[in-house]
């Protein structure tokens, strides 16, 4: 079966530029999560959505950061502008729903702003 | 407030020696609790987790953990520590006033000696 799927893998971009992350979650998965990884901080829970509704977008750390769900199967995290503090792995993940469900992770996406 | 706590950031045993990595939480309610893993360059993968029922979980690769709510804990032990184990290890919790949203600690880097 297919895991949830994050896209790009790497990418290094100049500040300044818009990032703009993917993730397809897996299927019948009716949450969906954002998480930012750094040395400095661990692993930060940036939003949370539930049936594609943002329920919970208060680890947001700026306006710089939107995400949008605009159906089931597709996510996006979007930077714009982009600084070099936002390099970090960031990871989407997918559950059921339950609150004691599984949450599964994809492999990340691992950003550079120079 | 941070709601999971994990002593020690670096634990380095010997291949054979036990494995304990601490985790305490901070919950009104009773949480549902999980352990994940991180091999490098890689996502979160789920050890185990305890939701309901039985206080002691036992996972995957041997891994095993006890719900202790008089001591606010659940620590992840392993009998024998492999090489294949190093890793960092985080403890998650989904706490009732938060219903759907994993927030994890700090994390434990595993080294395993020869």
């Known amino acids: 079966d297919a895991g949830v799927i994050q896209s790009p893998r790497h990418e290094v971009t100049e500040m300044g530029q818009e990032v703009t992350l993917r993730c397809k979650p897996i299927?019948?998965?009716?949450?969906l999560f954002w998480y930012r990884q750094t040395m400095m901080r661990g692993l930060e829970l940036l939003i949370y959505?539930?049936?594609?509704?943002?329920?919970?977008d208060s680890g947001m750390p700026e306006d710089r950061f939107s995400a949008k769900m605009p159906n089931a199967s597709f996510s996006t995290l979007k930077i714009q502008p982009s600084e070099p503090r936002d390099s970090a792995v960031y990871f989407c993940?997918?559950?059921?729903?339950?609150?004691?469900?599984?949450?599964?992770f994809g492999e990340g996406s691992w950003l550079t702003v120079v | 407030a941070q709601s999971v706590t994990q002593l020690g950031s670096h634990v380095s045993v010997s291949e054979g020696a036990l494995v304990l990595l601490r985790c305490n939480y901070s919950?009104?309610?009773?949480?549902?609790l999980f352990w994940y893993v991180q091999y490098p360059n890689q996502g979160l993968q789920l050890l185990l987790k305890?939701?309901?029922?039985?206080?002691l979980v036992k996972g995957i690769n041997g891994f095993e953990a006890e719900f202790k709510k008089s001591e606010t804990s659940f620590h992840l032990t392993k009998p024998s520590a492999h090489m294949s184990d190093a890793a960092e290890y985080f403890c998650?919790?989904?706490?009732?006033?938060?219903?759907?949203?994993?927030?994890f600690g700090r994390g434990t880097q595993l080294t395993v000696w020869p």
């Open positions: 919950s009104s309610v009773p949480p549902y």
């Open positions: 993940a997918s559950s059921p729903g339950a609150p004691g469900n599984t949450i599964y």
């Open positions: 305890y939701t309901t029922g039985a206080t």
């Open positions: 299927s019948g998965h009716n949450s």
């Open positions: 998650g919790i989904i706490r009732g006033s938060t219903l759907g949203r994993l927030y």
């Open positions: 959505f539930n049936n594609n509704v943002p329920i919970d």
